[in-house]
């Protein structure tokens, strides 16, 4: 079996993989970012909102952009609406990733697709090319996994994500261009919320929700009927144009370095446990282990990877432990509907006391 050698293996090519490949790049080490789907980015699983700040901090252009929006709304039943500024930009997700991609390509990281992790052997990692059947072996002096909510290398390590909460999303048309986010909390959606993000002539308008707590009803059957209200208030008309599901880590803060392997992104946990963000973390997560990992390597010093969770953690564990902490209080006081909504939704003042 052909045995291949680089310093870091970067498994996954979302927003956490490619960040960490090129920023471990940067450094002079040998990267190689893996991907198990054959084109990077698709299908999209994703709302597609990222806060304008991440852009400046990309740098990659516009050609992801798909428009701007000025903030966000909230509803509530018999509420008024709650508006909050919050720019940012709804984007072509699929676009976004093979853009930091080919960014780390540029910086020197080398990248498979079609190529997934299958398991860890004694000299290394067993990989197993989807597209050909073949079979080869990669030798790392590293390991970043950032494989998604259900990693293979977080497995590995015994860190896997046991908090995971089912979205779904369909695309339709919207009866006129809005400039806002829009979030929908009903209490048939339990613990969770409805979202509408705009994207020019067109809506990501899905769903994200503890379910089967309260109800069995089906994810489908919930978001039909979310649908329908949507289409009642004039906001979307038409059949779907699309249709996605994933799954969205509701995590406690943890660690996320063993040894010569780091987690980032969704493997991690790096995702919002109450809104459900999740690309800004993971893109500053994952420059955080690439860089750490590359000096780790090119100082000789593999204890250094320990840095990275230090740093992240200094900068965003109290943001995340804070998600998670209301995420708890929410699938416990759901019954108590609109007094949880402002305890634990980040346009109210009670979520931050």
Avoid at 177 to 187: N, S
Avoid at 201 to 227: C, M, P, T, W, Y
Wanted: aromatic letters at 8%; a positive charge.
């Amino acid at each position: 079996m052909q045995t291949l050698k680089c310093d870091i293996l970067v498994v996954g090519a979302g927003p956490a993989g490619a960040a960490a490949a090129r920023s471990a790049a940067l450094k002079g080490a040998d990267v190689l970012l893996i991907e198990r789907r054959a084109r990077v980015g698709e299908p999209v699983q994703c709302a597609e909102f990222i806060p304008a700040m991440l852009k400046g901090r990309v740098n990659l252009g516009n050609d992801f952009i798909a428009q701007k929006v000025a903030g966000m709304k909230t509803y509530r039943p018999g509420c008024e609406t709650t508006v909050t500024r919050a720019p940012g930009y709804i984007i072509h997700r699929d676009r976004f990733d093979r853009a930091l991609v080919r960014a780390a390509q540029e910086d020197g990281a080398k990248v498979m697709t079609a190529t997934r992790a299958v398991e860890r052997s004694e000299s290394g990692v067993v990989m197993l090319h989807s597209g050909d059947g073949r079979k080869f072996e990669v030798a790392p002096k590293m390991i970043i996994g950032a494989d998604g909510p259900h990693s293979t290398v977080g497995k590995w390590v015994g860190a896997v994500n046991s908090h995971l909460l089912p979205g779904a999303q369909v695309t339709l048309a919207l009866t006129e261009p809005r400039d806002h986010t829009e979030v929908y909390f009903e209490e048939d959606i339990f613990a969770g919320y409805g979202w509408l993000f705009p994207k020019n002539k067109v809506a990501n308008v899905g769903l994200g929700l503890k379910h089967g707590v309260q109800s069995k009803e089906s994810l489908k059957k919930i978001l039909d009927r979310f649908v329908d209200k949507l289409k009642s208030l004039g906001r979307v008309s038409g059949e779907p144009l699309g249709y996605a599901a994933g799954w969205i880590p509701s995590e406690p803060v943890r660690k996320t370095v063993y040894g010569s392997i780091a987690l980032a992104g969704d493997a991690a946990g790096h995702t919002h446990a109450i809104t459900g963000a999740g690309i800004f973390a993971a893109v500053l997560a994952g420059k955080m282990a690439g860089k750490w990992a590359g000096r780790a390597v090119n100082e000789k010093n593999p204890d250094l990877l320990n840095r990275y969770d230090e740093e992240w953690q200094d900068l965003m564990a109290d943001t995340l432990d804070r998600a998670y902490q209301r995420r708890q209080y929410m699938e416990t006081h759901w019954d108590d509907f609109q007094a949880t909504v402002r305890k634990c939704w980040v346009a109210f003042r009670d979520y931050y006391a």
